[in-house]
């Protein structure tokens, strides 16, 4: 954790294309921005390649699940992921309680399936899952950069401990300053008190902060609604909700052209399409 830092002189070049060919941009500027908030599952943390993982093993261990085509097996687990998961949100389950629930549902899609069979299914699905733990590509050199000028907060839908865990696995709880999840506050994205509590403990205004998700309407939305600056990480060519609210990026590469979007000396859409 690192104390208040003010605004910082930054100078990023940036390759740039105004639709009339390349542009070559330097930015040199004082920037208003002193801390960028960042969602972590799918934006920081490859959860979806994890997730994938925890599948391919649960299908090869149970006969009964190899038949069904991959893309109609994942659909159907995120589906049942995001409805347990809200009563987790909730409080109504614990994450083990939910765990078995979601595991003893998705299995039962063939033949009914026991608690034993749930909890076979959780620990091939965890055991792959863990093993695959890695960050999204650009994120330790975007967060190693960014470090040195403004301050790092992670806002995020789940229970602390595990994602603590992630951002521990990865090696990136160095380089955060603050982390708040739904647990700690007692209400998910896109409820505005989980950005509040990040701003309050970044000690920021909503102008002096930038947001970055991939979930439109829990980080892009949310974050707007309480007038902090968005930009939507869109890693699979999603069609764009709304153009006026928040510009996309692909990825979070190339490093100059994602730190000159966030940080705002440049306009979003030279910067996206420098990337
Ligand atoms: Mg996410």
Redesign the pocket.
């Given at each position: 954790m690192t104390g208040t830092r003010s605004a910082t002189i930054l100078r990023v070049k940036v390759e740039a294309s105004n639709g009339r060919g390349a542009l070559p941009t330097t930015v040199t500027g004082r920037t208003n921005i002193r801390a960028v908030l960042f969602?972590?599952?799918?934006?920081l943390f490859d959860?979806q390649f994890c997730s994938r993982a925890g599948l391919a093993a649960l299908q090869a261990g149970f006969p009964s699940l190899a038949s069904e085509p991959f893309d109609a097996f994942e659909l159907r687990y995120r589906v049942l992921l995001e409805e347990v998961h809200l009563k987790v949100l909730s409080g109504e389950l614990s994450p083990a309680a939910a765990r078995s629930e979601r595991f003893q549902r998705f299995l039962s899609v063939a033949a009914p399936a026991s608690l034993a069979d749930a909890a076979r299914a959780a620990e091939l699905y965890a055991t792959a899952f863990r093993a695959s733990r890695r960050p999204i590509t650009g994120v330790l050199d975007l967060l190693g950069h960014l470090k040195a000028h403004v301050r790092i907060g992670v806002v995020?839908?789940n229970v602390r401990r595990e994602q603590v865990e992630k951002l521990q696995h990865c090696g990136l709880d160095r380089l955060i300053d603050v982390l708040v999840t739904s647990e700690d506050v007692g209400v998910a994205k896109p409820h505005p008190a989980i950005f509040r509590a990040a701003l309050e403990q970044l000690a920021c205004t909503p102008d002096q902060v930038v947001m970055v998700?991939?979930?439109w309407e829990?980080?892009v939305v949310g974050a707007t609604r309480v007038g902090i600056r968005s930009i939507w990480l869109n890693r699979y060519a999603e069609p764009h909700p709304d153009l006026t609210l928040a510009p996309e990026i692909t990825e979070l590469t190339p490093l100059e052209a994602v730190v000159a979007l966030l940080l705002g000396e440049v306009t979003s859409r030279d910067a996206a399409r420098g990337s």
């Open positions: 969602d972590l599952d799918d934006t959860h995020t839908n998700g991939d979930n829990n980080d």
